[in-house]
């Protein structure tokens, strides 16, 4: 069974940097391709960033250049360092394993991020 287990948020002032990070069982992580996303109340869940045949990285517009998204095969865990934080990054934010490039598993309960001073 797939679980994704994500950690690593809290408070961080305008201009801080965060890194969160998902812990993943049930699967052959090294395999897959993972992404983060992240969703403020009222709005839709939306991808943040992927990392895909272990290298390759994609970015939503808004975090090109100031979020880096990495793996830890052996660990089985996603990374996401978070720089330069703006307010609008606030949102609760989420991994997932893609198929296709769209979320396969459940979601976790995901970790607050607020960027507030």
């Known amino acids: 069974q797939v679980q994704l287990v994500e950690s690593g948020g809290g408070l961080v002032q305008p201009g801080g940097s965060l890194r969160l990070t998902c812990t993943a069982s049930g699967f052959q992580f090294s395999l897959y391709n993972m992404a983060w996303y992240r969703q403020v109340p009222g709005k839709a869940r939306e991808f943040v960033a992927g990392i895909y045949a272990g290298t390759k990285t994609k970015y939503t517009d808004s975090v090109q250049g100031r979020f880096t998204i990495s793996r830890d095969n052996a660990k089985r865990m996603l990374f996401l360092q978070m720089n330069s934080l703006k307010p609008e990054a606030t949102a609760v934010y989420y991994c997932?394993?893609?198929?296709?490039?769209?979320?396969?598993?459940?979601w976790g309960q995901g970790t607050q991020v607020t960027v507030s001073s």
């Open positions: 997932n394993v893609l198929r296709n490039g769209a979320p396969l598993a459940s």
